[in-house]
């Protein structure tokens, strides 16, 4: 409900400033800036001269591109939980690794992704992997940095605890460390799940694969000055897909973490 | 039978640098099975510290402990001992009764076996109706209640309890210690109980073990056979007597040594003989 109104009030802001005709900073004409109603109504108009309605072209495209997030995501994930505990193992190797999945981040992910294609190419791995790799790139971070801290979040008694009960590494982990570290993997699963999606489509941007909805969103660029309303729903359904994986990793943090936040149980 | 034997232990943390500190220098004691011992001193006499390398927690920078005769690694292996701390530890992912079962589940017991002696032990501690709660719905005192249950899930012979009540009120500390000599009673095990309170450490224990800080060291031991420990024998004169001695142990340690702690207590000894007096 909130969301709708959330929705309404942009759009009105939106109209509001056309009809003030203000042309600073951004000037209100309908070419840079097309009626909320246009951009509606571009969702139902063909994408191509006589084809599927945009909104099912880019239904589809997002399928496309889920993939690709969906795999780099897992592989993004998996990374980083690997990375976490490796650092959560060893200080020296904490020391070591860190800095450098720190900087990783600062590499632009434009300046990378060819890089991956043609790695990709040359050994024929297929395009799909290169885009879903290049989303890793991005989705291992936010788990591989949280995940340390939430698998390090334990008390020290309960560490303690574990080793009086001649507990090994591994049940440690599996029954007290990783449990422990929900509340802090979450938020990043949260965080990767939207990175997922956007190193997707800077990858099919970069590498030129067709059929996603970074292929879409650079044809209608393209073409923006005749139909200026189709880049903007193409952005709106990018936006939309991000929404969707947060949602979906959202649901799973409702049924994976139960402990109520509530103090007034506490109380008893 | 020898439970712990300590011999000749020494820790210390942070050799060589400025911040030294010497836990334990050369302590020796004998704890025998089915004994009830409390450790008791200032802080940093290394009580706590003591509990930890007898259950292989830390290792000892010389020395060594014995846990029913083989090296306490070895006994900590063996899960020769279950461990009680101040702050119950329960895991808040799990039922009352899973946490219960977490021990055995490490040691890989059946999942029938594990739900029997998970209602056994909450039984044990007079929580058989909360087994399916999560802690966050206990009361400080009913999740200690837990964590000795926990403990105590897999029969260890030996429980090491650091400072279990601190963090409770007054009076529910004294049902727990009521609680827990009766488990000792009941299951013969032999209990190491760390503990700030005079009172608590004459209540339950056979002896009374008295440290002394900076080196940590055993500045007394003390006998207390108080025979049947109900209420009553809290405002008793035995008690009285007792808890004053313990006392006066500690407030030599403060005063730097056991003569003036000893002209000190004249004046302790007559009040114990006033309280003493109407029983």
New interface residues.
């Given amino acids: 409900m909130t969301a709708v109104v959330a929705v309404a009030v942009v759009a009105g802001l939106w109209e509001l400033y056309k009809v003030l005709g203000v042309n600073w900073p951004i000037s209100s004409n309908d070419l840079t800036m097309p009626h909320a109603t246009d951009i509606v109504g571009a969702f139902f108009e063909p994408a191509q001269r006589g084809g599927d309605p945009l909104a099912w072209f880019l239904v589809k495209s997002a399928f496309f591109t889920l993939r690709e997030a969906a795999l780099g995501f897992a592989m993004g994930t998996t990374i980083g939980l690997l990375l976490a505990t490796v650092m959560m193992r060893s200080r020296i190797i904490e020391r070591g690794l860190l800095p450098w999945i720190n900087i990783s981040q600062t590499i632009p992910l434009i300046a990378l992704a060819p890089i991956v294609v043609t790695w990709g190419r040359t050994n024929g791995w297929g395009d799909t992997l290169s885009v879903a790799l290049i989303s890793t790139y991005l989705t291992f971070f936010p788990v591989a940095v949280n995940g340390l801290k939430g698998l390090q979040s334990p ?1 020290p ?2 560490i ?8 090994g590494w591994k ?1 440690t982990l599996f ?2 460390r990783l ?2 570290a ?1 509340p802090f993997l979450f938020p990043a699963f949260k965080l990767a799940a939207t990175l997922s999606v956007v190193g997707a489509i800077v990858g099919e941007i970069s590498a030129g694969v067709r059929g996603g909805l970074g292929r879409s969103i650079l044809d209608f660029a393209t073409r923006y000055s005749t139909g200026p309303s189709k880049v903007y729903a193409a952005v709106i359904a990018a936006g939309l897909l991000g929404l969707f994986v947060f949602g979906v990793v959202t649901l799973a943090e409702r049924a994976l973490v ?2 109520p936040d509530s103090i007034e ?2 109380a ?1 | 039978m020898t439970a712990v034997k300590i011999s000749d232990l020494s820790m210390t943390f942070g050799a060589g640098t400025p911040a030294q500190v010497n836990a334990l220098d050369h302590v020796n004691a004998d704890i025998a099975e089915g004994e009830f011992i409390s450790l008791i001193g200032p802080s940093g006499c290394g009580k706590s510290t003591m509990l930890r390398l007898i259950g292989d927690l830390l290792e000892p920078t010389s020395g060594g402990v014995e846990v029913f005769g083989k090296p306490s690694a070895q006994a900590r292996l063996d899960r020769d001992y279950g461990m009680v701390f101040q702050q119950a530890g329960l895991f808040d992912w799990r039922t009352v009764s899973a946490n219960v079962e977490l021990p055995l589940e490490l040691m890989g017991h059946s999942k029938a076996d594990r739900s029997t002696r998970s209602r056994q032990m909450l039984e044990l501690v007079e929580l058989g109706d909360f087994g399916k709660s999560y802690p966050w719905q206990l009361s400080g005192g009913m999740q200690q209640r837990v964590a000795i249950a926990r403990a105590l899930s897999f029969s260890p012979r030996l429980l090491l309890m650091d400072e279990p009540f601190g963090a409770l009120d007054e009076m529910t500390r004294e049902n727990m210690q009521t609680e827990v000599l009766r488990i000792h009673k009941e299951l013969g095990t032999t209990i190491i109980f760390v503990t700030h309170s005079i009172a608590e450490a004459v209540f339950l224990s056979n002896r009374v073990i008295v440290l002394s800080p900076r080196p940590g060291r055993i500045h007394s031991i003390i006998d207390v056979e108080l025979g049947r420990r109900d209420a009553a024998i809290r405002e008793s004169a035995e008690f009285f007597k007792k808890t004053t001695e313990v006392r006066e142990a500690l407030r030599g340690i403060e005063s730097g040594g056991i003569e003036s702690g000893g002209i000190e207590s004249g004046g302790i000894e007559s009040g114990g003989i006033e309280t003493g007096d109407p029983q």
Wanted: no cysteine.
């Fill in positions: 008390n008694a309960d303690e605890l574990m080793r009086s009960y001649a507990s049940d029954k007290v449990p422990a929900r139960k402990r149980t506490r008893l």
